[in-house]
């Protein structure tokens, strides 16, 4: 696909391109935040979760890539995100790559879009404005360097932690998890076999870092977490099912995730999180020491149909 004010092309992505886009999304987020710890594992990580030569795409300059697209969610809004590496900015590649999502997205019959951008890039949320979306929420990734062993865990009355058996708990940590995340901005249901597939395989799950919090019989809250993950530990998930929330168990659930870190030796942990969080979730992460390092702008807007 040409575009008139630009000479590139976008071509689906292959494996082989792993290191380059690595390398577009490393050097955005180091031009715009002074750092990045996104490497090609964190890519091909994520590229495990999509079917690549569908769902990703690349911008080349000769033989290097200097853009990248990719559909995340292929739910109504579609979601995507986009990449464009600080050298290649004022060529139209960002225009390109927001073009060529959105006619992939109303080929797929999709009545609306939802692009993320990195919000300190000033450049790709202009962008985005002039094209009509506009701003529906905002993600940040929270982070804490943990200089000295954290305190223990104060966990309320009743509750016990035990540690995660894949084969006994999978499927009541999996409905626990889908529970508490189902008042979330717009929470899409995960299967069982979609959730086992994301979470349970792959070179760095370790359940030795996951926590298991029951009441009695119950699973009341928990986190999934991995190591060596944008550039230390990471908590893809930390949850409370609603009849244990307000009782200190999310304070608890930080400190246990920040303790199994500091024993593996991580001494950065970071997680994502909703900035407009009806839960308090972002107060209770400063509240533990974590401060913002990199935040997402989600945009949207509506497709003409096709």
Do not use: K
Not at 5 to 30: H, I, K, R, W, Y
Not at 198 to 223: F, K, N, Q, S, Y
């Amino acid at each position: 696909m040409h575009d008139a004010t630009s000479s590139f092309e976008v071509e689906p992505a292959g494996a082989d391109d792993a290191q380059g886009v690595a390398e577009v999304v490393a050097a955005l987020e180091s031009a715009v935040y002074g750092e990045s710890g996104f490497t090609t594992a964190d890519l091909e990580e994520e590229w495990s979760e999509i079917h690549v030569a569908r769902d990703a795409s690349v911008v080349r300059d000769g033989d290097r890539v200097v853009g990248y697209g990719v559909v995340r969610e292929r739910v109504e809004p579609q979601r995507v995100e986009a990449y464009v590496h600080p050298d290649a900015h004022g060529r139209g590649v960002g225009a390109l790559i927001a073009t060529r999502l959105e006619q992939d997205a109303a080929r797929d019959g999709a009545r609306g879009i939802q692009n993320a951008v990195l919000e300190a890039d000033a450049a790709a949320c202009r962008l985005l404005e002039e094209r009509g979306y506009r701003t529906v929420r905002i993600f940040r990734e929270m982070r804490i360097a943990l200089e000295a062993p954290p305190p223990a865990p104060a966990w309320p009355d009743g509750l016990r932690v035990v540690d995660f058996d894949p084969g006994r708990d999978a499927a009541a940590f999996h409905a626990a998890h889908q529970e508490a995340f189902a008042d979330h901005w717009e929470y899409t249901p995960t299967s069982l076999e979609s959730w086992s597939e994301r979470h349970l395989e792959g070179d760095r799950v370790d359940p030795a870092l996951w926590c298991v919090v029951r009441a009695e019989d119950e699973i009341a809250a928990g986190t999934i977490c991995t190591p060596d993950t944008y550039g230390g530990g990471f908590v893809h998930a930390l949850f409370t099912r609603r009849p244990w929330r307000g009782q200190g168990v999310g304070a608890a659930l930080l400190q246990d995730v920040f303790g199994r870190f500091h024993e593996r030796g991580e001494r950065n942990v970071g997680l994502s999180v909703d900035a407009e969080s009806t839960t308090g979730a972002f107060r209770l992460y400063e509240r533990a020491g974590m401060t913002p390092a990199i935040g997402w702008v989600l945009y949207e807007r509506e497709l003409a149909a096709t």
